[in-house]
DNA sequence: CATCCCCACTGGTCAGACCTTTCTTGTTCT
DNA sequence: AGAACAAGAAAGGTCTGACCAGTGGGGATG
C-alpha cells in the first residue's frame, strides 16, 4: 500500500503535474484521492520528504521540492544530519578508493558477477526511464558495492558499505537532477564493458569519470588528489 | 518525533548493539520502549526500510539489514563476526589510499603539520639507529596517521586508524628486518621533503614506493591495482 | 509417529480524535 | 484610515485502538 502510494506519488511528481515549489493537496485530501489512510500516506510522504523530493511544512503544508539545481550552496545545506563527514570528504574519498576497486575488479570479475553487474545495469536502466529516482539511487550504490566486492579486497567492499552508511546516515540519497537521470546509466554502461574485457586502465578511467560527474550531479565541488 | 525516532534507532544500528540479521524488537515493543505511538514509529522504520539499513518482513519482523552479500550469496555469514583481512589486503588498499592522502597532505599540510613530522622523524631515525624495533614500528605508524590528518579528509584520517587496528590485532607489527631498518627512514625522509615543498606528484609518487617496499619487507605480495 | 489445525505472534492498514503551528480575516482601538 | 490584536480555518504532527493478513510453533488428532 505504502509503495503503491510512493509510486503514484513519485509520479505525479515527474510526470509535471507538479511544478517545483508547488503545494500538494493537503494530506486528507490526498488520501482520500488516492483511497487510502492518512496514516499510509503519511508513510510514503515521509520517505520522499526524508529523500529530499518534497518539503514539509508545519501549518503550512506540503511543497514539491526545488530541484536540486545548481545554484551551489544550497544543495549541500541539505546535508543536515551528516556531521561527521561532509559530501566533498565522501566524493574525495571515493575518487581515491573506487577507480582502483575497479581496476582489481577488471582484473579478478568471474563471470557471474559479470552477470550480476549486466542484470542491475538491465534494473538500473528500467529505473531510469520510468524516473524512479528512489530504485536508482538505491541500483546506483549496488552497482557500486557489487564492483568493490568484485575487486577481491575485502577492505575495500567493507569500505564500501561503510561509506554507504554515511550516505544513509545523512539521510540525503544522491538524487540526480532530474533531467541528468540518464547520464549515470552511460557512465555504468561503459564501466560494465570495461569490466568485461578484463580491462583495468579502462573501468579505472571510466569509474573515476564517473564518480566525478556524480559529485558534480549532486553540487559537491571535489579536490582530485590527482594520484 | 518521527526524526527523534529515526534518529535513535540508527544510533543503535550504528552502536553494533543490533548485530546484522538480527531481529529488532517488535513495533509495538519498540514504540513502547521509546515513548511513541506506533504510527510514528512506524514512519522511522519505513524511511530506514527504504534507505536499506532494516529489513521489514510481514508476520516475521523487522531485522538488521545484512551487509552486502553481492558476490556469492553463500559466504555472507564470513564475515558477521570481526572481519579479518589479510596483510596482502591491507598493503593493496594502503596502497591506494595513502599515495592519494600524501598528494592532499601535500597541499594543505600547515607549518605546524610539518614541524609534527619532523619531530617524529627525528625520533624515528633515533629508534632505528638503536635499533628499537617496537618504536619504530609505532613511529612508522604515527607517521602515517598524521600524513592522513593532514591530508584534510576525515574519511583517510578515521579509516587509517581502523587499519592501525586490524595490523595490530592481527598481532603482525610491521617489523623490518634488522638489514633494513634504516630504509624507512630514508623513504620518509623523502616524502616529509616531498610535503615541505607542497609537491603533491612527489609525495604521492614516494609514498606509493614506500608502501610497495614496506611490503615487501614484511613479505607480502600485493598487487598493485595500478589505477 | 506423522499430520493437521489452531492460535499467538509478527507487520500492514485504517478511522477518528486531538494537538501545534501558520496564516487569514475581521474586529477593535488609536 | 491605519495599525494592532484576536479568533478561526486549515495545514501538518501525534496518538489511540481496532482490525486485517501473513508466519510459525505447538498441541490435538489420526
New binding site residues.
Given amino acids: ?5 510512493l509510486q503514484r506519488i513519485q509520479a505525479m511528481l515527474r510526470s509535471g503535474e507538479l511544478a517545483p515549489g508547488q ?9 482520500e484521492d488516492l ?9 510514503a ?2 520517505i520522499l ?1 526524508t529523500l529530499g523530493l518534497i518539503r ?7 511543497f514539491v521540492a526545488a530541484p536540486a539545481n545548481g545554484s551551489d550552496g544550497e544543495a549541500v545545506g541539505a546535508w543536515r544530519y551528516g556531521a561527521r563527514y561532509t559530501p566533498a570528504e565522501v566524493y574525495q574519498f571515493r575518487l581515491i578508493a573506487e577507480p582502483s576497486a575497479a581496476a582489481l575488479a577488471a582484473r579478478y570479475v568471474t563471470d557471474g558477477q559479470l552477470e550480476q553487474l549486466e542484470q542491475n545495469l538491465r534494473a538500473f536502466k528500467a529505473a531510469a526511464r520510468e524516473m524512479d529516482l528512489v530504485s536508482t539511487a538505491q541500483l546506483d550504490f549496488e552497482f557500486h558495492e557489487l564492483i568493490a566486492v568484485c575487486s577481491g579486497n575485502r577492505l575495500l567492499a567493507d569500505l564500501h558499505h561503510t561509506y554507504h552508511r554515511i550516505v544513509l546516515d545523512s539521510q540525503r540519497l544522491p538524487l540526480a537532477r532530474r533531467s541528468r537521470v540518464w547520464e549515470p546509466v552511460v557512465e555504468h554502461e561503459r564501466i560494465l564493458k570495461a569490466l568485461a574485457m578484463h580491462d583495468p586502465e579502462g573501468a579505472a578511467y571510466y569509474m573515476r569519470v564517473h564518480i566525478g560527474r556524480a559529485a558534480d550531479r549532486v553540487g559537491v565541488e571535489v579536490v582530485d588528489a590527482g594520484a
Same sequence: chains 1, 2.
Fill in positions: 500500500m505504502t509503495q503503491t502510494v503545494p500538494l493537496p493537503s494530506q486528507r485530501r490526498l488520501a483511497q487510502v489512510s492518512r496514516a499510509s500516506l503519511r508513510e510522504l515521509s520528504g514539509i511544512e508545519q501549518g503550512r503544508g506540503t
